[in-house]
C-alpha cells in the first residue's frame, strides 16, 4: 500500500469513529429492544396538590341543583353580569393557600396539597355528603398546570397542560426537542414538593428504562434543564461561525503537517 493510500485509509478510520462516537450520545431509548415493561409494576400517574395551585371544585346535589351551590364558590351577583341575565351564579376558582388548605363555602377549611386530585374528590365527598340526601358529585380539575423546560432545546419557556398529565419526552417535544448540544443522558428535573423543599433528580433520555422511571411524568411546576455538553461550553465564549472556522482550520494544518511529515 502507498504512503498516500495509507493516509487516506488513516483518516477515513478516524472520522468514522468520531462520527460514531458522537452518534451514540444523540438517540433516545437506546436499549429499547432489551425494556422489559413488565420488569417494574405499572403505576396510574396522578399530579398531586400543591399549594399556589389554581384549582376548579364543583360540588353538585343530582336531586336539587340550587341547593348546593351554598357549597361552591361563586362570584358575588352585583358584579356578576351574567348571573342576572342567565339565574345561574357563576363558579370562581380555589387557589389553594401556602398551608396547603382551600377554604370551601358551608365547609371550612380542607388540606388537600399533597393529595392527588381523585383524593382530594374523596376528601371533600366526605366532608359535604352529610348535608344532601342523595350522595353529591364532587369534581376537582386543575386550572392552570404548568411545566418549564429551560438550557439546550430549540423553544425554551413555560408550557400549560390542559389535562394535568405530562411525561417528559413530551415536556421535551413542547419545547421542540433538544438542539444538538444537549446532554441527553444527564437532563435534570427540579421539583418542590408540598412542604416547599426543592429537588433535583437527574434522567437519562438514551436509557429505555427511563419508561419505568418515577420522574418519568412531572408535577405542576417542574422545571426541566436540559445540561450543555462540553462542545457548547467550549464555544460559549465565541460564535458558532468562528467556532467552525477555527476548527476547520486547526483540521487543515493537522492534515498538511502530517502529509508532509509521512511523504517528505
Not at 22 to 45: I, T
Not at 135 to 141: H, I, S
Not at 244 to 260: K, P
Amino acid at each position: 500500500m502507498s504512503k498516500r493510500n495509507f493516509l487516506l485509509v488513516v483518516l477515513v478510520a478516524i472520522l468514522t469513529a468520531t462520527s460514531c462516537t458522537s452518534y451514540k450520545k444523540v438517540p433516545y431509548l437506546q436499549n429499547s429492544r432489551d425494556f422489559d415493561p413488565n420488569a417494574v409494576p405499572a403505576e396510574q400517574f396522578e399530579a398531586k396538590i400543591m399549594p399556589q395551585d389554581l384549582l376548579n371544585i364543583i360540588i353538585v346535589n343530582p336531586d336539587d341543583v340550587s341547593s348546593s351551590m351554598a357549597y361552591n364558590l361563586t362570584a358575588p351577583s352585583d358584579v356578576n353580569r351574567s348571573y342576572s341575565l342567565t339565574s345561574q351564579p357563576v363558579l370562581q376558582n380555589y387557589i389553594v393557600g401556602n398551608d396547603g388548605t382551600v377554604n370551601i363555602p358551608n365547609v371550612g377549611s380542607v388540606k388537600i396539597a399533597g393529595l392527588t386530585i381523585s383524593q382530594a374528590e374523596k376528601l371533600i365527598l366526605e366532608k359535604v355528603k352529610g348535608a344532601f340526601k342523595a350522595l353529591p358529585a364532587v369534581t376537582v380539575r386543575f386550572v392552570d398546570f404548568k411545566i418549564s423546560v429551560l438550557g439546550e432545546v430549540s423553544a425554551p419557556g413555560s408550557y400549560t397542560v390542559k389535562n394535568g398529565k405530562v411525561n417528559v419526552l413530551q415536556a421535551l417535544a413542547l419545547a421542540r426537542d433538544l438542539t444538538i448540544y444537549g446532554q441527553r443522558e444527564n437532563v435534570k428535573i427540579i421539583r418542590e414538593n408540598e412542604n416547599g423543599k426543592r429537588e433535583v433528580y437527574e434522567v437519562n433520555l438514551n436509557d429505555a428504562n427511563i419508561l419505568n422511571s418515577p420522574h418519568f411524568y412531572l408535577q405542576q411546576n417542574d422545571v426541566v434543564y436540559v445540561t450543555p455538553n462540553k462542545s457548547k461550553a467550549k464555544n460559549s465564549d465565541i460564535g458558532s461561525s468562528t467556532s467552525l472556522w477555527f476548527s476547520a482550520t486547526s483540521i487543515l494544518i493537522s492534515l498538511t503537517s502530517l502529509m508532509y511529515n509521512i511523504l517528505k
